[in-house]
């Protein structure tokens, strides 16, 4: 199975801030990486697929990238509404695997 | 507008069975693979289940042998049938859509709750 190592596992950061999240998978996945927000009691939300393409309706403030098997999720001016937690996701292979998550709340 | 409405959730003897549905509209069932994701109480995402447009279905290796993942395309709804259920299967059980090729869940239901407890 491909593990992928989420960090951090929390932060805290202020409205404005810019924030960046790492997933590293334990083998190569090609760009078969998608990241999702998450809030309490809700499914998660498809935010960036294929490691840095933008769902539709998804404001331009997150990004995503790729360094071999390092991923980034980055949010360049935090807003209120972004407070959540954030899961990536590998679907290269079955079985389909998820980050530990990381939970960014209000500094 | 999409939806994934799931059900038959609820409270469960250790041993016992549970049969959970995914309704679906404004897309059909049958032309996407189909997923099934798990969230136990505080904790992160477990992948559980997909069928494929060809009916195959693969299980995460936690679930083997105990969950089947079916659909009936006349109702266009997914389902979960869960035997032999442990207090480790306690969670919020989602179905999600993952579109042929894209290998993303772009749409996912509101969930269900499972708890196993004696």
């Known amino acids: 199975d491909i593990q992928m190592t989420q960090s951090p596992s929390s932060l805290s950061a202020s409205v404005g801030d810019r924030v960046t999240i790492t997933c590293r998978a334990s083998?190569?996945?090609?760009?078969?990486l998608n990241w999702y927000q998450q809030k309490p009691g809700k499914a998660p939300k498809l935010l960036i697929y294929g490691a840095s393409s933008l769902q539709t309706g998804v404001p331009s403030r997150f990004s995503g990238s790729r360094s071999g098997t390092d991923f980034t999720l980055s949010i360049s001016s935090l807003q209120p509404d972004d407070f959540a937690t954030y899961y990536c996701q590998q679907t290269y292979s079955i079985p389909v695997t998820f980050g530990q998550g990381t939970k960014l709340d209000i500094k | 507008e999409v939806q994934l409405v799931e059900s038959g959730g609820g409270l469960i003897q250790p041993g016992g069975s549970l049969r959970l549905s995914c309704v679906v509209s404004e897309f059909t069932v049958s032309s996407n693979y189909m997923n099934w994701v798990r969230q136990a109480p505080g904790k992160g995402l477990e992948w559980v289940s997909v069928?494929?447009?060809?009916?195959?279905?693969y299980h995460a290796d936690s679930v083997k042998g105990r969950f089947t993942t079916s659909r009936d395309n006349s109702k266009n709804t997914l389902y979960l049938q869960m035997n032999s259920l442990k207090a480790e299967d306690t969670a919020v059980y989602y179905c999600?859509?993952?579109?042929?090729?894209?290998?993303?869940?772009?749409?996912w239901g509101q969930g269900t709750l499972v708890t196993v407890s004696s």
């Open positions: 083998q190569s996945i090609s760009n078969y």
């Open positions: 999600a859509r993952e579109t042929p090729g894209e290998k993303n869940f772009d749409h």
């Open positions: 069928i494929y447009t060809g009916g195959q279905t």
